[in-house]
């Protein structure tokens, strides 16, 4: 309950605040926002499977914006950011969709 | 997942309610540490939105850049050579409204000399004025007919006689009362204008033993007038051919 609140109060900071977002980040930054949706939808996906964790969820959370954004930096740097972003998306949004298919049979039995 | 929900008679329900277990508000570090993350990825999400709505070509990566270079480029030189094609369009189309004009300026030149020849415009332009006064009526039609002939010799282009065009086809003949000109008498004093360089045409019809001596022997008297600019304004009424077809120009000449 209280993440959630989390999220929306983000929600509206970064609707209301108008944040600009530093030049280096901005390759980074939607990559991460996949990976920490990753994070989040396993972490529903682990409360209904009953194995959720509070230090599993956030240490995983923290490790899949990490990860991915390192993965596009060292693309970046390797001079295939660009597919390497396409990559991490495309296994980022798998998971995702294996996660929400696993929540949808724990909750709607389907 | 599925064998999962196997083993439980009500997986919904038991799903429903660790979900409610789990959203129950709990004073733990963890769950402190989750909510920040949560308001994190809350403003993430919201900042990537806002950015991305208003994306300008400075966030883009180098390769991309250089991508949407070569778009721009390729774009501008396809649309360079459209640019070229459609100027040559419009050049020939220029050039051919052009040549056009020209050929209706020909056509119309052929037309006015055509009909000046054929008697079917009227003319102006610097001639000679003759009159021949035959008190005595000695002057017969083969005079008056030597009288066009040497105004032809001298270079005339148009000619009428007692306002009578004469053309190609005119014939001379004696009718019942005196001479007639493509059926139509004629009755002295005969005025003949023609058009043409004046000096060498009165110079010829004053040439010894020519028509002005040959009209004075009959009797007759002849008076030339040269004009910078007299009008010749009698028309000959144009009959088609009822015989004669023009050949067409491909066609093989007959022997």
Known sequence: MIPALGLLVGLAAGLFLHPAVPLALQPYLPIAVIAALDAVFGGFRAVLDGIFNDKV??????????????????????????QLSTGVVVVLGIRIFSNVASIRRHVFRA | MSQDTEGNPQPSASAWKRLMLAARPRATKAN??????????????????????SLGLESLRQSDLVNILDNTTLESSRLDQ????????????VSGSTSGAAAVRAAQERLDALGILAGTARAHGPGIRMTIA????????????DAIQELRDAGAEAIEVNNIRIVASSHFGLGASGIEIDGSSVSPPYTLAAIGDPATMSSAMEIPGGLSENVRGLGATISIAQAPDLT?????????????????PSAPATP
Do not use: C, E, M, W
């Open chain 1, 57 to 82: 969820f956030v240490v995983s959370f923290l490790s899949n914006v990490v990860v991915a954004a390192f993965i596009v930096f060292l693309g970046d740097q390797l001079g295939v950011g660009s």
């Open chain 2, 32 to 53: 402190a540490l989750a909510a920040l993350l949560a308001v994190l990825l809350g403003f993430a999400v919201a900042t990537q939105v806002r950015q991305n709505q």
């Open chain 2, 82 to 93: 459209n640019a070229r094609d459609l100027q040559a369009t419009r050049d020939q189309l």
């Open chain 2, 134 to 145: 035959d008190p005595g009526g000695k002057v017969t039609a083969p005079v008056l007919l």
């Open chain 2, 232 to 248: 010749v304004g009698a028309l000959h009424p144009l009959s088609g051919p009822r015989y004669a077809r023009p050949v067409s």
